[in-house]
């Protein structure tokens, strides 16, 4: 065979093998694929706070016709937030003025809730881990209960609007609240009124808070004590359980040190260094 033909031959298969690549490239779309087709990742969506502000905006009708209702704004996708809330909005979808009443809620506790959905926070905000900023507007002897009682409808408010991180931020201004003892009477007050029977978070600390200051309720609150007893039996129930139940641990640990089964104290280390 002559070297014309042979590379005739060589020719003619290189060209076949070029046409098969060909072929392949130009198929129908099952060529295997080679992992580079999604080369960037998806980025999930952000949203930000101009979104926010481009929803409807949803009207607050709060308080009854009796004792005068004012309306409040807030946008849509901020109170959607709230399960309670989405659940309104989404009655309201074909409506054109949408509007919610809230006829039995207080004024200041709603735009507390909704000054939190804002901005993660409301007044009287957090200045620290154990502090809040300064409340002008609380008296400085607090025998009402102001600034107890406004975190404390803040907190049921939460409970029923589905805000389980408000709630917990309220509850947390509670403890960090200083009062009186006609204060924190109102504030029991309150507590066994709105507070659901089962809410041990809010309801227990109250009774032991009373079931420990017993010198308190006779100096200080000792009506206000009575009457809360008699308004609400369940409260008086709880902190006599309380007191009961110290008194009685108080018993067998005399019991058990007069019978020599619990083992004496330690003396106090003393340090070495001077």
Same mark, same amino acid.
């Given at each position: 065979?002559? *070297?014309?033909? /042979?590379?005739?031959?060589? @020719?003619?298969?290189?060209d076949?093998?070029?046409a @098969?690549v060909e072929?392949?490239?130009?198929?129908?779309?099952?060529?295997?694929?080679?992992?580079?087709?999604?080369? @960037?990742?998806?980025?999930?969506?952000? $949203?930000?706070?101009?979104d926010?502000?481009?929803?409807p905006? /949803?009207h607050?009708h709060?308080?009854?016709?009796s004792?005068?209702t $004012?309306?409040?704004?807030?946008?849509?996708?901020?109170?959607?937030?709230? +399960?309670?809330?989405?659940?309104?909005?989404?009655?309201?979808?074909?409506?054109?003025?949408? &509007?919610?009443?809230?006829?039995? *809620?207080?004024?200041?506790?709603?735009?507390?809730?909704?000054e939190y959905l804002?901005?993660?926070?409301y007044?009287? &905000?957090l200045a620290?881990?154990?502090?809040?900023?300064?409340? +002008? $507007?609380?008296?400085?002897?607090?025998?009402? #209960?102001v600034?107890?009682?406004?975190?404390?409808r803040?907190?049921?408010?939460?409970q029923?609007?589905?805000?389980?991180?408000?709630?917990a931020?309220?509850?947390?201004?509670?403890?960090?609240?200083?009062?009186?003892?006609? #204060?924190?009477?109102?504030y029991?007050?309150?507590v066994?009124?709105?507070?659901?029977? *089962?809410?041990?978070?809010?309801?227990?600390?109250?009774?032991?808070?009373?079931? &420990?200051r017993s010198?308190v309720?006779?100096? @200080?609150?000792e009506?206000?004590?009575?009457?809360?007893?008699l308004?609400? +039996?369940q409260?008086?129930?709880d902190?006599?359980?309380?007191?009961?139940?110290?008194?009685?641990?108080?018993?067998?640990?005399?019991?058990?040190?007069?019978?020599?089964?619990? +083992?004496g104290?330690?003396r106090?280390?003393?340090?070495?260094?001077?």
């Amino acid at each position: 065979m002559s *070297d014309l033909e /042979i590379n005739d031959e060589v @020719e003619a298969a290189a060209d076949e093998d070029m046409a @098969e690549v060909e072929g392949t490239n130009a198929g129908d779309g099952n060529a295997e694929a080679t992992g580079l087709e999604d080369i @960037e990742p998806e980025m999930p969506e952000r $949203t930000t706070f101009l979104d926010y502000l481009r929803s409807p905006i /949803i009207h607050l009708h709060v308080g009854s016709a009796s004792d005068g209702t $004012t309306t409040l704004h807030a946008h849509q996708a901020l109170l959607i937030q709230s +399960p309670y809330f989405a659940g309104e909005c989404d009655s309201l979808a074909s409506t054109a003025h949408k &509007t919610i009443a809230l006829p039995h *809620d207080d004024l200041q506790a709603v735009a507390s809730v909704l000054e939190y959905l804002y901005k993660g926070d409301y007044f009287p &905000t957090l200045a620290g881990p154990t502090s809040m900023e300064y409340d +002008p $507007t609380v008296p400085q002897s607090d025998n009402e #209960g102001v600034a107890l009682l406004r975190h404390a409808r803040v907190y049921t408010l939460a409970q029923r609007f589905g805000l389980p991180s408000l709630s917990a931020l309220a509850h947390k201004k509670i403890h960090l609240t200083q009062s009186t003892a006609k #204060g924190e009477i109102a504030y029991a007050r309150f507590v066994y009124r709105e507070a659901a029977p *089962d809410d041990e978070a809010i309801r227990k600390p109250v009774a032991a808070f009373w079931a &420990t200051r017993s010198h308190v309720l006779r100096h @200080e609150a000792e009506q206000e004590f009575k009457r809360m007893c008699l308004e609400f +039996p369940q409260f008086g129930f709880d902190v006599l359980s309380l007191v009961l139940d110290a008194q009685e641990k108080r018993s067998q640990r005399t019991e058990a040190q007069s019978s020599g089964n619990v +083992p004496g104290r330690k003396r106090q280390r003393v340090s070495g260094i001077l």
